[in-house]
């Protein structure tokens, strides 16, 4: 027992404190960069607007965000639904603090392939599964189980083939399926160049915990989505460490 002045302090409240804060600080670790963060900030803004209310005597904006406010556990799963859900999907996967290890052959195969389609600019769209499964996708797609070859890939993704314009799916480091559709995610209004490749990684990698890289046919550039978001500008070293990054967090 640890006595803080009158607070007396036992072992099981610093083993609660302690599961507190390290709940609380993976949580910001999976919004960090994500819309939620921008949510979350306009539930703070309305708190001190509430409280602002109140004190300078605006009653019926108090009264209204009162209201507002008394629903907070509804608001809270109506505005993060998603995020939550891939939260619990994402816990119940694969626990909450395992980590995984990804071989340098398969990167190397995997950014050889990116490379070489970047370089004549044909269009790829690669997903690699993490923790989510992504069984459902597999199953729209033609079934391959083939090991991952830079070869197979820059195969699979020549406009002779009939599998080209889907996304190629790898899973326990093997080619699962080719040809796969993925939801689509809202281009974003100031990136008119993003075209239906860009859109269907960022949905599989909002829904999911997956990764997926594009390769634009148009300007042969390339692109990883991780959460919904977009990193561009990728050669081989950036483009090998931010999917060792992604993969093995």
Not at 40 to 65: K, P, Q, S
Not at 205 to 210: K, P
Request: aromatic content about 6%; charged content about 20%; glycine content about 8%.
């Amino acid at each position: 027992m640890l006595q803080i002045g009158n607070i007396s302090v036992g072992w099981r409240d610093m083993v609660d404190v302690a599961l507190v804060t390290l709940l609380f600080y993976r949580i910001i670790l999976m919004v960090k960069g994500t819309r939620a963060v921008a949510s979350i900030y306009g539930l703070l803004l309305v708190l001190v607007v509430y409280f602002v209310a109140e004190e300078v005597g605006l009653y019926t904006l108090h009264w209204l965000l009162g209201n507002f406010l008394g629903s907070i556990f509804l608001v809270i799963i109506i505005l993060f639904n998603r995020d939550i859900r891939r939260a619990l999907t994402e816990m119940g996967a694969r626990g909450f603090w395992r980590k995984q290890v990804v071989e340098d052959d398969l990167l190397n195969e995997v950014v050889g392939a990116v490379l070489s389609l970047a370089q004549r600019r044909v269009g790829a769209l690669i997903v690699l599964e993490r923790n989510v499964p992504l069984g459902d996708t597999v199953e729209r797609g033609v079934p391959l189980d083939a090991k991952v070859t830079k070869e197979l890939l820059i195969s699979v993704f020549q406009t002779s083939t009939p599998l080209h314009d889907g996304a190629v799916v790898l899973r326990g480091g093997r080619l699962s399926a080719a040809g796969c559709i993925l939801p689509l995610a809202v281009a974003p209004q100031d990136r008119p160049e993003y075209g239906t490749r860009h859109r269907a990684a960022m949905g599989i990698t909002e829904e999911t915990d997956a990764v997926a890289i594009v390769v634009s046919e148009e300007r042969g550039a390339v692109t990883v989505s991780i959460a919904g978001r977009l990193t561009t500008a990728l050669d081989a070293t950036r483009l090998k460490r931010v999917l060792r990054n992604a993969l093995e967090r």
